[in-house]
């Protein structure tokens, strides 16, 4: 909780890209990475017609 603290408080400065990892099946680190998402301010200027940008890691499926 410390290290999410420091980041987001750091995190305007464009100085440091946190990266979370989380599990949707156990749901285990999800708190860190919501109470992260909510300590950081409000963005001003959403531009709803821009591109959207997303990585994708790794794919993968399930057998039928």
């Given at each position: 909780?410390e290290d999410?603290?420091?980041?987001?408080?750091?995190?305007?400065?464009?100085?440091?890209?946190?990266?979370?990892?989380?599990?949707?099946?156990?749901?285990?680190?999800?708190?860190?990475?919501?109470?992260?998402?909510?300590?950081?301010?409000?963005?001003?200027?959403?531009?709803?017609?821009?591109?959207?940008?997303?990585?994708?890691?790794?794919?993968?499926?399930?057998?039928?």
């Amino acid at each position: 909780m410390e290290d999410v603290l420091m980041t987001s408080r750091n995190f305007i400065s464009e100085r440091i890209c946190p990266i979370f990892q989380v599990s949707n099946v156990t749901g285990q680190n999800i708190n860190l990475l919501k109470q992260f998402l909510n300590l950081l301010p409000a963005h001003k200027g959403f531009d709803s017609n821009a591109p959207v940008e997303y990585q994708i890691d790794d794919v993968f499926l399930v057998p039928v």
